[in-house]
């Protein structure tokens, strides 16, 4: 029974220890009224190794290798951790008490760091950060709630070191680089990226977020050579609580949400969770707003201690008025009209996009060596409405008496705005491990197979709407439902967007061995993934392109010691790449090579992490968007080069000091082209440097224990416009924004309030004439000082 127990947890947080030994550590959780706390997670050396307890309460770690330990509880009720020593042999007995009247604060601050040097599941790894040769981050769900960050369109790239949110159509999607490339979209360990979509995750279902850097063939094919960020979603655990969430802020926003699990059978096998969000806000800019809801009910069924299976449906609804329209427009250079503007109206209907995920996984464990999960997703994201913004080049760059037409008038067009994507993805991967001699051997090996579909409608081409809009003095509410045109939506979407329809399908296959030697203080991984890819497109008239790539990984581990480690990694991937060229023609497949270095060391027994990362990337047939005024279309440039310096620090440096810190130095550029002038251009995610901190500090006993102070910055320098104009390197403007907040936590009650940039800086991302053969310049503002307030009750 209890090597079955064992079992179970290797299942759900698989861990890292190879070491023949009979030597056990065993206890139990109890609450106050010393009754057993089953499903809660007990974690030793910060990550080394976990088990959940049983419906008893007891928890066991077997054939335990003789050395120093540091024993915790994934619970905020738990705040006593327990440090011993091991000898051979011995059998350690430890219990814990959840008391409830102890500071949530103080548990906090230990369990932030243990979570952000632990992976998810979905990532395959089974083992801590710390040994793992790849620069990964963990963004857990703690630190999004000190940060107030609601979806993943808002700053959540501030947490990791090389990382930017391109501000574009955020209310629909988001655009995260890695490395200066873009980043695929991963959930729960599947790639959903698609030509549109997925829509934005927004925080009422996921539970963390992680970053991996570079190609990362072992988890991943098919990907963007920069990296991806992983969105682990919330799924049954085995705890009866809840939590409430209510939040206010600037712009009128106004937004509820709940979080609810129980167990469903008296057996407490059949688990369920339930998360509902719904949010209404304006913005900053004339006429933009949205509302959301979020509807996410998963279950988990415990069929047997070694086998459990996962159900989960997530429907998201965005309704947004502004879409292209918040892009402003200016002649004698960037913050040349009010921060406010807008080229929206009144009288726009706002655009719908609502999206469909079922995801499905099952865990089986063989034994104590074995273990194989399989994986399936289904993704159907949509939109349907209109796009009001400025008719390409329309803008007078002077009076001009001769048409009576003044500085800064332009002509505002609208065009249809609907779009279809689909993904189906499934994956069976197996990890497990062996000895030859005195070499241990881990192995990781799975197929990915997906198939992606899209679809929009571009076919009515933009339209002058209305009289005349000036820049310089917009008169809004002029346009009327006649001025409006009605589109025939009779037609499929297909049939209606058959010049943009792509089909798009892949399968691959992965292996890889770690062999460990002198007691795993050295790890040598080889493993290689093979990728054939399918897709038929308007671009070349239907017809099937076929494609196949094998591509090696290969890494070098060394711990040093037990809390610091060395690495290297050479890795590749292979990218099939769908969209329509400017000349008509399909896009070709990208191929990435990443060569790295890094150092990984821990701090105070594990509380704190830092990683410094250098590291080689070269990326061919470069894809980007043709403009705003294309929409559709696609330009392909030649090979870019990306290398660059990261460093990460985070976690806590003592119970009332938590702390995050990252700076990165990227260099990344076109270097070959057919076209000589884009040679050199920098890459559109790029900022020469980029530095984050989030500082956190709470009392931690007294009579004002609970409350917390917080503050944080972000700061970009040397960034890359978008598009890239090659006279005009770096936009003149760093940007900067200053954060603080402070909250308090007591019993069962949190209350938080946040200001973001105090110094209420103009900050943009944007364009010089000459982009897109622009005759003026674009930019996108991003949001003045604000503030926000959350309640959250936990029950």
């Known amino acids: 029974m209890n090597k079955n127990k064992s079992l179970f947890s290797a299942l759900l947080f698989p861990a890292a220890f190879w070491a023949q030994s ?62 011993f020593i091991l000898k051979e042999n011995d059998v350690i007995t430890h219990d814990f008490i959840q008391t409830p009247s102890d500071t949530y604060q103080i548990v906090a601050v230990n369990v932030t760091a243990n979570r952000k040097t632990i992976p998810s599941s979905t990532l395959r790894l089974g083992e801590n950060l710390l040994v793992t040769p790849q620069n990964i981050q963990v963004i857990d769900q703690r630190l999004l709630s000190d940060q107030q960050i609601l979806t993943t369109a808002e700053g ?67 990907t963007q050579p920069g990296g991806f960020y992983n969105i682990v ?22 937004r509820a949400s709940t979080d609810i699990e129980k167990k469903l059978s008296k057996d407490g096998k059949f688990l369920g969770r339930l998360n509902l969000m719904g949010t209404k806000s304006g913005s900053f800019q004339q006429y933009v707003d949205h509302e ?19 159900l989960e449906y997530i429907l998201s609804q965005n309704n947004f008025q502004g879409g292209f ?22 009288i726009m209907d706002p655009t719908r996009s609502w999206e469909h995920n079922v995801y499905g996984t099952i865990n089986h464990s063989f034994n104590d060596n074995w273990l194989i999960t399989g994986q399936f997703g289904y ?80 076919s009515v081409l933009p339209q002058k709407v209305g009289p005349v809009f000036n820049i310089y003095n917009p008169v809004y509410g002029n346009l009327k439902k006649a001025d409006i045109p009605e589109y025939d939506r009779s037609r499929s979407l297909k049939e209606r967007g058959a010049n943009y329809l792509t089909d798009y399908s892949y399968t691959s296959f992965h292996l890889q061995d770690e062999a460990r030697f002198l007691e795993d ?36 581990t060394g711990l040093v010691t037990p809390t610091f480690t060395i690495y290297g990694l050479y890795d590749e991937s292979f990218q099939e790449q769908t969209g329509k060229l400017m000349n008509g023609s399909t896009a070709d497949p990208s191929y990435g090579k990443n060569t790295e270095f890094g150092l990984k060391k821990t701090w105070f027994n594990g509380q704190l992490m830092t990683n410094l990362t250098v590291y080689h990337l070269t990326k061919t047939n470069m894809l980007t968007s043709a403009g705003i005024d294309y929409p559709g279309l696609f330009e392909q440039s030649g090979e870019s080069t990306s290398k660059g310096i990261e460093f990460d620090l985070n976690g806590n440096i003592s119970k009332n000091w938590s702390v995050l810190f990252n700076y990165a130095y990227t260099d990344a550029k076109v270097t070959k082209d057919n076209d000589p002038k884009k040679i050199g251009g920098m890459l559109y995610g790029t900022a020469k ?54 909250s308090y936590k007591r019993d069962n009650y949190q209350l938080s309030f946040l200001v973001n940039n105090l110094t209420d800086r103009y900050n943009y991302v944007g364009f010089y004439p000459g982009a897109w053969s622009y005759t003026h310049y674009g930019w996108r503002a991003t949001n003045p000082i604000n503030f926000r307030m959350n309640l959250s009750y936990n029950f």
Do not use: C
């Not at 120093?68 to 327990?82: C, E, F, Q, R």
């Not at 809801?293 to 299976?309: D, G, H, L, R, W």
């Not at 917390?708 to 104009?725: I, M, T």
């Open 325 to 346: 329209a918040k892009y402003a427009y200016g002649i004698d250079g960037f913050k040349d009209v009010k921060r406010s503007f807008s080229f929206s109206d009144p």
């Open 233 to 254: 979603t919330k799924k049954p655990v085995g705890r009866e609580k809840g939590n409430v969430q209510l939040t206010l802020g600037s712009f009128n926003l106004y």
């Open 379 to 458: 993704i159907r994201s949509q939109m349907q409405g209109e796009s009001l913004y400025a008719s390409y080049n329309t803008i007078s760059l002077a009076d001009n008496p001769a048409t009576g037409r003044k500085k800064g008038d332009v002509d505002r067009g609208i065009s249809i705005n609907d779009a279809l994507n689909t993904s189906t993805i499934g994956q069976i991967f197996t990890r497990g491990k062996f000895k030859t001699g005195n070499i241990n051997h881990n192995i990781l090996a799975g197929i990915d197979m997906g198939k992606k579909s899209y679809v929009a409608d571009w």
């Open 521 to 556: 203080k050295l790890r040598v991984a080889a493993g290689f993934r093979y990728t054939s890819t399918l897709k038929t497109s308007a671009a070349n008239k239907g017809a099937e392109v076929k494609n196949t790539a094998i591509t090696p990984r290969f890494s070098i």
């Open 292 to 310: 959301q809801y979020v509807i996410n009910p998963s279950f988990k069924y415990n069929a047997s201690e070694n086998t459990n299976i996962t």
């Open 156 to 222: 959540l790239s501030r947490n990791v070191s090389g990382v930017r949110t391109i501000t574009h159509q955020e209310e629909g999607s988001v655009g995260i680089a890695v490395r200066g490339f873009s980043a695929s979209n991963l959930r729960n360990g599947m790639d959903v990226s698609g030509s549109f979509g997925p829509l934005r995750e927004d925080m009422s279902f996921v539970d963390r977020v992680e970053f991996v850097k570079g190609p990362a063939g072992f988890m991943m094919g098919n």
């Open 22 to 83: 009979t030597a056990q550590i065993t206890g139990k959780v109890i609450n106050s009224q010393k009754k057993p706390v089953p499903a809660v997670k007990v974690i030793l050396n910060n990550g080394e190794a976990e088990v959940y307890t049983d419906d008893n309460g007891f928890y066991r770690f077997n054939n335990m290798p003789a050395g120093n330990y540091l024993l915790k509880v994934d619970d905020p009720d738990v705040v006593k951790t327990y440090s």
């Open 689 to 742: 440097h980029i530095t984050n901190a989030w500082l956190k500090y709470t009392i931690a006993e007294g009579d004002l224990e609970g409350l917390g102070f917080s503050l944080g910055y972000e700061y970009q320098a040397k960034r890359a416009a978008w598009p890239v104009v090659l006279d005009h390197p770096y936009l003149p403007d760093d940007y900067f924004t200053l954060d603080v907040g402070v």
